[in-house]
């Protein structure tokens, strides 16, 4: 049985950073794509980031290129969101998931999802 669980959300000033986490358990880390989405009240899920097996590939939702990191540590069974210069509208609940597909940024393509991690940011 897998398990995702995120960690790191939290209350903001526009400009400021925040680091998410997210935990996986109950199989090989290394052998999933992971991937970052959020959903605003009201709003569908959208992609932000996913990260490939080793690291070496990376892809970024438009909104947020420039200004947030994906990594992963499969030491750690851990991959980190490093969200820099946010603003009001990155207001959302943030979900991690774990899929088989490089590079999706498709909802339905990931398999495994984590519970979620409130982030807000106050202008």
């Known amino acids: 049985q897998v398990q995702l669980v995120e960690s790191g959300g939290g209350s903001v000033q526009a400009g400021g950073s925040l680091r998410l986490s997210c935990v996986l358990s109950g199989r090989t880390f290394s052998s999933y794509v992971m991937g970052w989405f959020r959903q605003a009240p009201g709003k569908e899920r959208e992609f932000v980031a996913t990260?490939?097996?080793?690291?070496?590939?990376?892809d970024y939702g438009d909104l947020v290129k420039g200004r947030f990191t994906i990594s992963r540590d499969n030491g750690k069974n851990t991959v980190y969101l490093q969200m820099n210069s946010l603003k009001p509208e990155d207001t959302a609940v943030y979900y991690c998931?774990?899929?088989?597909?490089?590079?999706?940024?498709?909802?339905?393509?990931?398999?495994?999802w984590g519970q979620g991690t409130q982030v807000t940011v106050s202008s």
């Open positions: 998931a774990a899929g088989p597909i490089l590079g999706s940024t498709y909802v339905s393509d990931y398999t495994y």
């Open positions: 990260i490939g097996w080793s690291g070496g590939s990376t």
